[in-house]
């Protein structure tokens, strides 16, 4: 059995976005999701009859000391701007820099992001899930 490729509380685009519920145990390439506030059907992704791709994972947006890499594998590093001395801003290892204002532009340009390494904001937090409408 391989690896899922989503994880519950991702956010995808498969002909609409949504929110996954539930990623078959049995099946990893079957998830929940949730098509409405109280509506969720089940997908394939090894279908060819299926589009489907990340549109922000469940740990967006970044926090300081996270390590993001980009869909090309780059790896990206959450920091406090130094000029603002608060918010957030990403910096990749090849140099480019994205400010807090400029992350959803990060996000199209380079994204999707996965989380790589949390840093130690995000492990001192307390696990956030999505919300659920029941």
Do not use: N
Not at 20 to 34: A, K
Not at 42 to 69: K, N, Q
């Amino acid at each position: 059995m391989s690896d899922p490729i989503y994880r519950v509380g991702d956010r995808v685009r498969a002909t609409y976005e949504g929110v996954i519920d539930e990623v078959d145990e049995h099946d990893p390439h079957r998830f929940r999701f949730r098509v409405s506030q109280y509506d969720t059907d089940y997908f394939r992704t090894d279908s060819d009859a299926m589009r489907h791709e990340l549109v922000a994972a469940v740990e967006w947006p970044p926090l300081p000391g996270d390590t993001w890499t980009d869909a090309s594998g780059k790896d990206w590093f959450a920091h406090t701007p130094e000029e603002y001395g608060e918010g957030i801003a990403l910096t990749c290892e090849s140099g480019a820099s994205f400010d807090r204002d400029e992350l959803e532009t990060a996000d199209q340009l380079c994204g999707p992001f996965r989380l790589k390494t949390p840093g130690k904001r995000r492990l001192e937090q307390p696990e956030q899930r999505p919300e659920r409408p029941c």
